[in-house]
């Protein structure tokens, strides 16, 4: 059997937009050891440096453990290395107040909740948010911040089925906090495994991908969904608040998980196969195929993505104009 290479495919003569006239994939960063690159994907443009989180590890006592490392992409050859800043767990991460803020999925023994770090070194961290009025988070997944400064956060039960968070104390939900009033709100519930969660470039439109077709213990499901919903903000009594819940797109390989927004407002979220990408109105525009799939992935600098393959950093370039919505490069 032929060995599977990375490479475009095309589901809609719009694809050749995000595409551009010379698109490439190459990976840049390898290290077989260990699966190190898995999540977040958090870049830093003043320093160029990349944060990711790796999947789960097994640390000196042969506790559970997540890497966080450093990637500086400024010049070539790629630098990298591992950081210590006490995060316990840590999972997706966003841009916030010159650092990032990271999901911190917790232990039996420490609660879960979203931490703000530093990105010099000693890497500060300070707690942002670490329950719901009294009660744990299960183990938040991923994090998003709105124009208005509020933050946005999954919070499915996969540290539970994977043996390393205490029994639910919260269904499998969506939060908004804000760190002004120290508010936070339940906005959407129903879901399997809630994941993945962006912004449409407008704001008026969230998505948020259902993965419940694998649980925490690595039992599958092709009846369960691997979808992403979208979700219409609206404002009530001054609040925001999610509408007209609706099936955006459901991947055919694996699961949606982390997922981002460009400028024109194309979705694409990390899946089994690799990239996919759909329209605004959830048409399937192509795929960046990757052997193993992505989980997360990151914009960079213009028209460049940076994607994790558990034990590679891939590094693609598309169009010019195809820019991420969160940092507008």
């Excluded at 997706?92 to 530093?118: I, R």
């Amino acid at each position: 059997m032929a060995k599977e290479e990375a490479r475009f495919v095309s589901n809609h003569e719009s694809f050749a937009k995000v595409l551009g006239r010379e698109p490439t994939i190459r990976m840049c960063v390898e290290d077989e050891s260990q699966p190190w690159a898995h999540e977040a994907g958090v870049y830093i443009p003043s320093t160029g440096d990349l944060f990711i989180t790796s999947n789960r590890l097994t640390g000196p006592g042969g506790e559970p453990k997540i890497a966080i490392t450093r990637v500086n992409i400024a010049k070539e050859p790629f630098v990298r290395e591992e950081i210590d800043c006490g995060i316990i767990m840590a999972n997706g991460g966003v841009n916030y107040k010159n650092g990032v803020l990271f999901c911190s999925q917790g232990t039996k023994e420490t609660p879960s909740g979203l931490w703000h770090m530093e990105v010099e070194a000693p890497y500060k961290t300070t707690l942002v948010v670490d329950g719901f009025h009294g009660r744990q988070f299960n183990s938040p997944n991923d994090v998003v911040v709105h124009n208005d400064g509020s933050i946005w956060f999954t919070d499915p039960i996969y540290g539970f089925e994977q043996g390393f968070r205490t029994s639910p104390q919260l269904p499998n939900q969506v939060y908004r906090y804000d760190p002004r009033s120290k508010s936070i709100r339940a906005m959407a519930d129903g879901f399997g495994r809630p994941n993945g969660i962006s912004f449409s470039p407008d704001q008026t439109t969230v998505y948020i991908t259902d993965t419940d077709f694998i649980h925490g213990d690595g039992t599958t499901d092709s009846c369960r969904p691997a979808t992403i919903y979208a979700f219409d903000v609206i404002y009530r009594s001054e609040q925001p608040f999610l509408a007209n819940r609706r099936l955006f797109a459901m991947a055919d390989n694996g699961i949606p998980d982390g997922i981002k927004c460009d400028k024109s407002g194309n979705v694409y979220s990390g899946c089994g196969d690799g990239i996919h990408v759909w329209s605004p109105g959830g048409v399937l525009l192509g795929k960046i195929v990757i052997p193993g799939g992505v989980a997360n992935f990151c914009f960079c600098r213009r028209g460049e993505i940076l994607a994790m393959n558990e034990t590679r950093l891939w590094q693609i370039k598309l169009a010019p104009t195809a820019i991420g919505s969160l940092l507008k490069l």
